[in-house]
C-alpha cells in the first residue's frame, strides 16, 4: 500500500525542456509566471536553484479562473523534472493581494456541473501542490482568500507580510471552502478555531494568523519574499533526496496513526540510504567540510 506513494525519483532527470514549455504555453499575458533563480549565485559552480512561481493577474486580484489554474496545473508537472530545483516560492506581484480565491465571475457562466467540476480540478490541484515532491514556501502579501488561503494550505510553510489577511468567506457565497479548506484548516489550526473561522467567514490579520499557526512567520510589510528565500536557501544547503523523502514521510506519516507513520519513515530513510549524497555527507563530515549534494 505504501510503496507508490512513497516512491521518490532518485536519479532527477536533467530537463529544463518542461519549464521553458510552461513558459512557451502562457498567452502573451500569462496569469502566472515561473522564474528560476540560483539559490547562491555567489557559488557560480552551485547549481542549486529556487523556482519562484508569481500570480500575475492584477484585473482580477489573482482570481483562479481556468487559465490561471491551467499554467499552474502545467508548472508543477514541469518543476519537478528539474534537477537543480531544492524549491519552490509561491508569491504575487499583484498590490495588496496574494489571492482573492475562485473566480466569481467566471463561476457565474458555469453549469451547475461545469461549477462542480472546476472546484474539483482546484482542489485536486491544490492537493497536488501539497503532494510536489519539492518544499513550497507561500510568501503572502495582501489578501489571502478563499481559494487565495486554500493554495497557501497546499504549500509546506507559509511566510506572511504584516499587511496579509486571511479568510474563508465560502458560507457568505451560500457555498463551502472546495478546494481542500473544509479539511487542511482544522489540520493547521484545529477543529474548533477553523469551525469558527469557516462558519462566519471572518478575516484574520497576519498577525492573529501567526497566533493561530496559519502561517509560520509574520514579517515586516513588503518582506515575505525576502524571508522566504532566506528560509529556501537553507533548505538548499540541505540533500535535495533527503528532503524530498522528509516530506513524503511527513505528509503521508501525517495521514495515519503513529505506529504507520514510524513504517512510512522507515521506508522513506530506506530510500536515503543507497544515495551518493549519504555517503558525500559522511565524508564532508569526516573532512570537515560543507558537503557538495547532487541529488543522487
Ligand atoms: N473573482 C473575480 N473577480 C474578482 C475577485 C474574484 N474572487 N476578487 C476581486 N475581483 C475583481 C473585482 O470584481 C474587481 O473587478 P472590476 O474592476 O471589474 O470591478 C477587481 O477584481 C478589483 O477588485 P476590488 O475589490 O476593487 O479590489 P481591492 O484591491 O479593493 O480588494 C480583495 C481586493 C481581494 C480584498 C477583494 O477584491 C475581495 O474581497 N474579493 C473577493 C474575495 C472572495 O470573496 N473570495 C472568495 C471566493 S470563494
Do not use: W
Not at 20 to 43: G, M, N
Not at 61 to 85: H, I, W, Y
Not at 228 to 255: D, F, H, L, W
Amino acid at each position: 500500500m505504501l510503496a507508490p506513494s512513497l516512491s521518490v525519483s532518485r536519479s532527477l532527470l536533467p530537463s529544463t525542456r518542461a519549464l521553458l514549455s510552461t513558459r512557451a504555453l502562457s498567452s502573451a499575458s500569462p496569469d502566472l509566471v515561473v522564474s528560476i533563480k540560483k539559490a547562491y549565485p555567489d557559488e557560480p559552480e552551485n547549481p542549486a536553484s529556487i523556482a519562484i512561481l508569481t500570480m500575475s493577474r492584477p484585473a482580477a486580484r489573482n482570481a483562479l479562473g481556468t487559465q490561471m489554474l491551467g499554467e499552474f496545473c502545467v508548472a508543477l508537472e514541469s518543476l519537478p523534472t528539474n534537477p537543480d530545483l531544492r524549491a519552490v516560492i509561491l508569491q504575487s506581484d499583484v498590490e495588496r493581494v496574494f489571492c482573492a480565491g475562485a473566480d466569481l465571475k467566471e463561476r457565474r457562466t458555469m453549469s451547475q456541473m461545469e461549477a462542480g467540476m472546476f472546484v474539483s480540478k482546484l482542489r485536486n490541484s491544490f492537493t497536488a501542490l501539497a503532494n510536489l515532491p519539492l518544499p513550497v514556501i507561500a510568501s503572502i502579501e495582501g489578501a489571502a482568500l478563499g481559494g487565495g488561503l486554500e493554495i497557501a494550505m497546499g504549500a509546506d510553510i507559509r511566510v506572511a507580510g504584516a499587511n496579509a489577511v486571511f479568510g474563508l468567506p465560502e458560507t457568505s457565497l451560500a457555498i463551502i471552502p472546495g478546494a481542500g479548506g473544509t479539511q487542511r484548516l482544522p489540520r493547521l489550526i484545529g477543529e474548533s478555531r477553523a469551525k469558527e473561522l469557516i462558519f462566519t467567514g471572518r478575516r484574520v490579520n497576519a498577525e492573529d494568523a501567526a497566533g493561530y499557526g496559519i502561517v509560520s512567520h509574520c514579517v515586516p510589510a513588503g518582506t515575505a519574499l525576502e524571508k522566504s528565500m532566506e528560509i529556501a536557501r537553507e533548505i538548499a544547503r540541505n540533500g535535495p533526496i533527503g528532503v524530498r523523502c522528509a516530506k513524503t514521510a511527513v505528509n503521508v506519516g501525517m495521514q495515519g496513526d503513529i505506529t504507520s507513520g514510524m513504517e512510512v519513515e522507515r521506508a522513506c530513510y530506506a530510500q536515503t540510504i543507497p544515495t551518493s549524497d549519504r555517503m558525500e555527507g559522511l565524508n564532508a563530515f569526516r573532512e570537515k567540510r560543507k558537503p557538495v549534494y547532487k541529488g543522487e
